[in-house]
């Protein structure tokens, strides 16, 4: 018996972003995974965006709602936490800490 790195989108785990946290009685699954910056590590993780009639947002409004900062503005595939980037902010002007030295510490 052994542990084995995997995913946590390869677990099953979706990530609904519409509705402030709430389960979205509608949502629509994106097939491709998304990866995850957070101050625990990179994760790729599946997530669902809220379809609803009511709740039409553009998917980077539902991204930074749900505190998650994209790289990109079309077709996000990579984000980074809010509580990562205050956390970077941080260590960068008290700790002289650049991008680089801070991303290989998340790995």
Known sequence: MFFAADS?????LVVQLGHDGHACPNPKVRQLPLTVIDI???HMVKYSLCA???????PIVQ???AQWF???????R???TFRTLRLFHALTIQGKVNAY???NGLV
């Not at 946590?8 to 099953?12: I, T, V």
């Not at 994209?70 to 996000?76: Q, W």
């Open 70 to 76: 994209p790289a990109t503005a079309l077709r996000p």
């Open 78 to 80: 990579t984000v980074v």
């Open 40 to 42: 625990s590590g990179v």
């Open 52 to 58: 609803c009639m009511l709740q039409r947002l553009d």
């Open 8 to 12: 946590l989108a390869d677990a099953g």
């Open 101 to 103: 030295d801070f991303y």
């Open 63 to 65: 991204l930074m709602r």
